[in-house]
């Protein structure tokens, strides 16, 4: 069945506005919880905890697009030429070997070098010791050594060789910047095995950085976040701009889910009573939530909200 989309119209009159609607449209109990937390400041996730001055001052800046990868190997002080996200973004989703392969045809010697040196340096000392380990001022390094386009990646590899358990994840996510933040993130699937890392995933939500919004949804959210957590999760990227091809297994969590069909139409209509266009991606969305639910019997993590 197709669903009709009357307000399809409106999604060309004007820019797109991607902030939920005020108090003059209708409210609804799930969109007004979305509202409180979209409006929540940045400066809040600032005040979680001090950073190790180490660590802060060892990293230098990283540019705005931290997934934008180059087609030759990287200089790290030498801006890229040419974006190649969609290679990196599947290297980041796949195994730390694959991860480790793409990095070693990308980076260049000197790069390499370091970050060769620095993956036996966190596997000869894995885990947490005293205030700060070695390997977790390497993650601060990454970005100088690295270059921006691979720190991401180069940090994955630091926490996997560091076995970074549940505590030292955490540890890293709230202390660190949040380009460690995200890189955290990333490395869930490969480090935690059940849903204890999932506060970190919840906090991440709560932001509204894009980038750690992105790094949040991925496949560790996919496997083990809560329907209802994972359905406001879809909402938030869709009024902040991430698209929801970067949402982890989408069609199979959104597929015959009511639930989240109804909050669709619910932040679609607000919108278009505030005279607000319509994410495209919305529909998207919708469209998937309208096909075939999973048989009977099927371990499948979502369902209805009671």
């Excluded at 060789?161 to 955490?170: E, I, P, V």
């Excluded at 199979?252 to 989240?260: F, I, M, N, S, V």
């Excluded at 005279?275 to 939530?289: K, M």
């Amino acid at each position: 069945m197709t669903h009709p989309r009357s307000t399809r119209a409106a999604r060309t009159d004007g820019p797109q506005d991607d902030t939920p609607a005020h108090a003059d449209a209708p409210v609804h109990g799930d969109t007004a919880a979305r509202d409180a937390q979209g409006a929540e400041s940045a400066a809040a996730r600032d005040a979680q905890g001090p950073e190790p001055a180490a660590a802060r001052d060892a990293q230098a800046p990283e540019d705005a697009n931290p997934l934008a990868a180059t087609d030759t190997p990287s200089t790290p002080n030498t801006p890229s030429t040419h974006t190649t996200q969609p290679t990196l973004d599947a290297a980041l989703a796949s195994s730390p070997a694959g991860l480790r392969r793409h990095l070693t045809t990308h980076l260049d010697p000197a790069a390499l070098a370091w970050l060769e040196h620095a993956l036996d340096e966190a596997a000869a000392h894995p885990g947490i010791h005293g205030p700060i380990s070695a390997w977790e001022l390497r993650l601060a390094e990454a970005g100088r050594r690295c270059g921006a386009a691979y720190a991401d990646a180069a940090r994955v590899l630091i926490l996997d060789a560091a076995r970074a358990g549940t505590d030292a994840l955490t540890r890293v996510y709230f202390q660190g910047t949040a380009d460690e933040r995200r890189a955290v993130l990333h490395a869930l699937p490969h480090l935690v095995s059940g849903p204890g890392a999932l506060p970190l995933v919840e906090d991440a939500l709560r932001t509204n950085d894009t980038r750690l919004l992105t790094a949040a949804v991925g496949p560790y959210a996919a496997r083990h976040l809560a329907p209802h957590d994972w359905r406001h999760a879809v909402l938030k990227c869709l009024f902040t701009g991430v698209p929801v091809d970067r949402v982890a297994d989408l069609p199979r969590r959104a597929r015959g889910d009511g639930e989240l069909a109804r909050m669709l139409g619910d932040y679609a209509a607000e919108r278009t009573a505030a005279g607000r266009t319509v994410p495209e991606d919305l529909y998207r969305v919708l469209d998937l939530t309208e096909s075939a639910g999973p048989a009977p019997g099927t371990d499948h993590p979502h369902g209805k909200e009671s």
